[in-house]
């Protein structure tokens, strides 16, 4: 009796250790690259113990071979990849707002690596990703992610957890917010560029002398630089405000996908 306990209680915690990892591994912030992955992992080994005595392991767990619990912990990491991939996409939207203006404004030459992102972006990607990410802790966006894992709990015990159709929904639906909201961020800055560069054409064709090619690149500098200061904060409350929203987005995209499905225990 006490073997079947513990490998019971074994199992119950290398469930819950999944969607919780799953959960650490994207979510952003928690995911950062600037954080060891033993650091990482003891987050997910402590949380994934905390949560684990708030449920009892499903009876079924001692009857299941290995290839069935297989199919479950991958069950779990997916849930936990669509609560912090899902805010990661949202907030990647702010990548795309950067790159847009460094096109648009012809600074897209002054790329920089970012460890984050494991790649070469511009200067304003860098600086509107980590405006984004203060907002981000600034509103308890890491309290509400760990607080949105563990409500999926409640709709979908350890063990129980299906892939649903509702999940790629959910992740369509976020990817084209995520695109939206980059749009929309980077519209003021467009608006001033678009009308910079009507006037560098009027002003082009009244005096053919001057180099309007040079000229307008340090104009569209300036007044990129200068837009971007004044609608900076525009730019965090854009991303601020859908974040709640996107998480109880992905809760029901657990709960439905959770109730289209038989559990893991019936036939």
Known sequence: MLEAFLLNQTALFTLVLGRVGGMIATAPLLSSQAAPVRVRALLAVSLAMLVTPLYTAPAFIGRIGVADFGRMIVGEVLIGLLLGLGVTILLSGVQLTGQIVAQMSGMALGDVFNPA??????????????????????????????????????????GEADLGASYAQA?????SQSFQLGVRAAGPILIALFLSTVVLGLISRTLPQINTVVVGFGINSLLTLGVMMVSLGGVAWTFQEPLAATLELLIDAVKDGHAAEPSAGEP
Request: hydrophobic residues 60%.
């Open 117 to 158: 992102l494991d790649n070469n972006v511009s200067i304003f990607t860098q600086m509107f990703y980590f405006v984004s990410l203060a907002v981000f802790v600034a509103i308890g966006g890491h309290r509400m992610v760990l607080d949105a894992v563990i409500k999926t709990f409640e709709w979908a015990p350890p």
């Open 171 to 175: 992740v369509i639906a976020l990817a």
